[in-house]
C-alpha cells in the first residue's frame, strides 16, 4: 500500500502538471496552495487544487466545507484576474466559521495563472498579418479574424494561434473579453471598423486594451457615432484610437510594432497619455487593404 506521502506527493505533481496544461491550451486557472494550519483540519501546508475556467478540478486542499468555500474564491480570482489571501484563523473562530467540526485554522493562496495575453485582430490586411507577426514574438496568443478566406488563412498568418474566417461583427459580437484581452481593429474599411468596435464595447468584461485604426478625422466621426447611440464618456475612452504610440512611420510592420508597444505599455499600466496627444490632432494614415 503506498504511503499517504507517497500519495499527497503525486497528487501536488498531477495539479502542478494540470496546470503547465492549461497554459499551454491558453486557459486561465486559479491554484489554490495551502500556506499554513493547524489544529485538526485535514489540510496541510502544501496541499494544493487547480480550478481551469472551463471547470476542471486537480487535487484537494481537504474537501468539503474548505474546499468549497476555495472553490467559490477560484471561480472570482478567475472572473477578476487578482489573485487572494483567504485567511480563517483560530483566534477569529477558524474553521468554525465556515461550519467545519475539525478545530484549528488554515490560510489558503489562490494564485491567479494567466494564460498569457490574447490578442484579437480583426482584419487580415497587410497590417493585420505584420500585427500577428510582431504581437506573437511579443508573447500574445493571436486570433485573426476576417471575412475574406484568402487571406485569414494558416498559411498565410502562420505566427496566428488561430485563424477565422467569417463574418468579423458577429464573431466579435460572441466574443469575451477580460483582463488578458486585447483587441486590434485594422479592417479593410470604416463601416467594419466601427460595426466590430461596437460590438467589443458590450463585452463583459470588457477586454484590457481596445485599439481601433483610422486618422483623426475618422475617430472623431466614430465617436460622435458612439455618444449618438448612447455609449458613455468611460467606454469611449477606453478605446485607443488612433491606435499605436506615435513613434513614426507608416509601413505595415512600422505601424504593427507601434500598436505592440503600446499593447505592452498598457499591460505594465505605464502611462502614456501624453505621447498619445499627437494623435488627436495627426492621427495616422490608413495602413492597409
Same mark, same amino acid.
Given at each position: 500500500?503506498?504511503?499517504?506521502?507517497?500519495?499527497?506527493?503525486?497528487?501536488?505533481?498531477?495539479?502542478?502538471?494540470?496546470?503547465?496544461?492549461?497554459?499551454?491550451?491558453?486557459?486561465?486557472?486559479?491554484?489554490?496552495?495551502?500556506?499554513?494550519?493547524?489544529?485538526?483540519?485535514?489540510?496541510?501546508?502544501?496541499?494544493?487544487?487547480?480550478?481551469?475556467?472551463?471547470?476542471?478540478?486537480?487535487?484537494?486542499?481537504?474537501?468539503?466545507?474548505?474546499?468549497?468555500?476555495?472553490?467559490?474564491?477560484?471561480?472570482?480570482?478567475?472572473?477578476?484576474?487578482?489573485?487572494?489571501?483567504?485567511?480563517?484563523?483560530?483566534?477569529?473562530?477558524?474553521?468554525?466559521?465556515?461550519?467545519?467540526?475539525?478545530?484549528?485554522?488554515?490560510?489558503?493562496?489562490?494564485?491567479?495563472?494567466?494564460?498569457?495575453?490574447?490578442?484579437?485582430?480583426?482584419?487580415?490586411?497587410?497590417?493585420?498579418?505584420?500585427?500577428?507577426?510582431?504581437?506573437?514574438?511579443?508573447?500574445?496568443?493571436?486570433?485573426?479574424?476576417?471575412?475574406?478566406?484568402?487571406?485569414?488563412?494558416?498559411?498565410?498568418?502562420?505566427?496566428?494561434?488561430?485563424?477565422?474566417?467569417?463574418?468579423?461583427?458577429?464573431?466579435?459580437?460572441?466574443?469575451?473579453?477580460?483582463?488578458?484581452?486585447?483587441?486590434?481593429?485594422?479592417?479593410?474599411?470604416?463601416?467594419?471598423?466601427?460595426?466590430?468596435?461596437?460590438?467589443?464595447?458590450?463585452?463583459?468584461?470588457?477586454?484590457?486594451?481596445?485599439?481601433?485604426?483610422?486618422?483623426?478625422?475618422?475617430?472623431?466621426?466614430?465617436?460622435?457615432?458612439? /455618444?449618438?447611440? =448612447?455609449?458613455?464618456? +468611460? #467606454?469611449?475612452?477606453?478605446?485607443?484610437? %488612433?491606435? !499605436?504610440? &506615435?513613434?513614426?512611420?507608416?509601413?505595415?510592420?512600422?505601424?504593427?510594432?507601434?500598436?505592440?508597444?503600446?499593447?505592452?505599455?498598457?499591460?505594465?499600466? /505605464?502611462?502614456? =497619455?501624453?505621447?498619445? +496627444? #499627437?494623435?488627436?490632432?495627426?492621427?495616422? %494614415?490608413? !495602413?492597409? &487593404?
Amino acid at each position: 500500500m503506498p504511503s499517504l506521502e507517497r500519495t499527497v506527493s503525486d497528487m501536488m505533481i498531477e495539479t502542478l502538471r494540470a496546470a503547465v496544461q492549461a497554459a499551454a491550451a491558453s486557459k486561465k486557472a486559479a491554484l489554490i496552495t495551502v500556506v499554513q494550519s493547524s489544529g485538526s483540519t485535514p489540510a496541510k501546508p502544501g496541499f494544493k487544487m487547480l480550478l481551469t475556467e472551463d471547470g476542471y478540478l486537480a487535487g484537494t486542499v481537504g474537501g468539503g466545507a474548505l474546499e468549497q468555500l476555495a472553490l467559490e474564491v477560484a471561480r472570482r480570482v478567475i472572473e477578476t484576474g487578482r489573485s487572494e489571501l483567504v485567511a480563517l484563523r483560530e483566534e477569529d473562530g477558524g474553521l468554525a466559521q465556515i461550519g467545519m467540526a475539525c478545530q484549528g485554522g488554515i490560510e489558503l493562496f489562490v494564485e491567479y495563472l494567466s494564460p498569457g495575453p490574447k490578442l484579437y485582430i480583426y482584419g487580415a490586411g497587410h497590417v493585420g498579418i505584420a500585427l500577428a507577426e510582431a504581437a506573437a514574438f511579443a508573447g500574445f496568443s493571436v486570433i485573426l479574424v476576417d471575412d475574406r478566406p484568402e487571406l485569414a488563412s494558416p498559411d498565410r498568418a502562420p505566427f496566428a494561434r488561430e485563424t477565422h474566417a467569417c463574418d468579423m461583427v458577429e464573431f466579435a459580437a460572441n466574443a469575451t473579453g477580460g483582463p488578458d484581452t486585447y483587441v486590434a481593429i485594422v479592417t479593410r474599411g470604416h463601416a467594419f471598423d466601427e460595426q466590430v468596435l461596437k460590438q467589443v464595447l458590450h463585452q463583459d468584461p470588457l477586454p484590457h486594451y481596445i485599439g481601433m485604426m483610422g486618422s483623426a478625422h475618422k475617430v472623431n466621426t466614430c465617436v460622435d457615432h458612439l /455618444r449618438s447611440e =448612447g455609449f458613455s464618456e +468611460e #467606454l469611449i475612452e477606453r478605446v485607443h484610437a %488612433p491606435i !499605436g504610440l &506615435p513613434i513614426g512611420g507608416d509601413t505595415p510592420r512600422e505601424i504593427a510594432i507601434s500598436i505592440v508597444a503600446e499593447m505592452i505599455a498598457c499591460r505594465y499600466e /505605464r502611462d502614456i =497619455g501624453k505621447v498619445r +496627444e #499627437l494623435w488627436r490632432t495627426e492621427g495616422r %494614415p490608413k !495602413g492597409g &487593404p
